[in-house]
Nanobody, 119 residues
Framework: QVDLVESGGGQAQVGGSLRLSCTAS????????MAWFRQYPGKEREVVAV???????TYVDSVKGRFTISRDSAKSTVYLQMNDLKEEDTAVYYC?????????????WGQGTQVTVSS
């Protein structure tokens, strides 16, 4: 089982920056991929960015060029650097890990952290 603990949410102004962190209880060598999702009130969670074990990254179009996902294997931590924030980035952000569990793939979620962007 993998547990995830998030930190770094908060308030920012339009055009500002925030960095989210997500620390896993397991070493990254035992995790397939990690991702950041966000959820708007009354909506389903949507993927924002993904980083694989091979350090390949993908982003939803709305954050390309503004957000960067990265990981520090020594700290078992994945980051989401969010620059040039917009009001529409306001949401609860969750990190997610995919990892092997026997012959299956399991997932784990962080507790969520609120990001609020205002003008």
């Amino acid at each position: 089982q993998v547990d995830l603990v998030e930190s770094g949410g908060g308030q920012a102004q339009v055009g500002g920056s925030l960095r989210l962190s997500c620390t896993a209880s397991a070493h990254f060598s035992s995790i397939y991929s990690m991702a950041w999702f966000r959820q708007y009130p009354g909506k389903e969670r949507e993927v924002v960015a993904v980083v694989t074990a091979a350090d390949r990254t993908t982003y939803v179009d709305s954050v390309k060029g503004r957000f960067t996902i990265s990981r520090d294997s020594a700290k078992s931590t994945v980051y989401l650097q969010m620059n040039d924030l917009k009001e529409e980035d306001t949401a609860v952000y969750y990190c997610k890990a995919l990892y092997p569990n026997g012959r299956q793939t399991a997932d784990a979620w962080g507790q969520g952290t609120q990001v609020t962007v205002s003008s």
